[in-house]
């Protein structure tokens, strides 16, 4: 069993940068790979980003390359997800996953997820 919990959500400003952090916990967690997902209302979830379980492998969906980056710390059990130059677009609950494919970008090879946290951003 894996637990997961993210924080970092909030309201900011078009421009604005965020950074989110998932605590990760539980037996082998750092054997995991670890992504975010973000979902908005009446959209699917989306792929955003993933990290090896090393964290020296990252990948990032096109849409969010160049103002998204991921970062994971074993040492710590964080991954992280940093975004700069937020737009109106990038409003949703953001997710923490974990599973056991490398690279994955489907919902579905995640065994483990968090509850979310809500990124709101107004023009």
């Known amino acids: 069993q894996v637990l997961l919990v993210e924080s970092g959500g909030g309201s900011v400003q078009a421009g604005d940068s965020l950074r989110l952090s998932c605590a990760y916990s539980?037996?082998?967690?750092?054997?995991?790979?670890m992504a975010w997902f973000r979902q908005a209302p009446g959209k699917e979830r989306e792929f955003l980003a993933a990290?090896?379980?090393?964290?020296?492998?990252?990948f990032l969906t096109p849409s969010v390359k160049g103002r998204f980056t991921i970062s994971r710390d074993n040492a710590k059990n964080t991954v992280d997800l940093q975004m700069n130059n937020l737009t109106p677009e990038d409003t949703a609950v953001y997710f923490c996953?974990?599973?056991?494919?490398?690279?994955?970008?489907?919902?579905?090879?995640?065994?483990?997820w968090g509850r979310g946290t809500q990124v709101t951003v107004s023009s």
């Open positions: 996953a974990a599973g056991s494919a490398w690279p994955a970008i489907v919902h579905s090879a995640y065994e483990y």
């Open positions: 539980g037996r082998a967690a750092s054997s995991y790979v």
């Open positions: 990290a090896s379980r090393s964290g020296e492998g990252t």
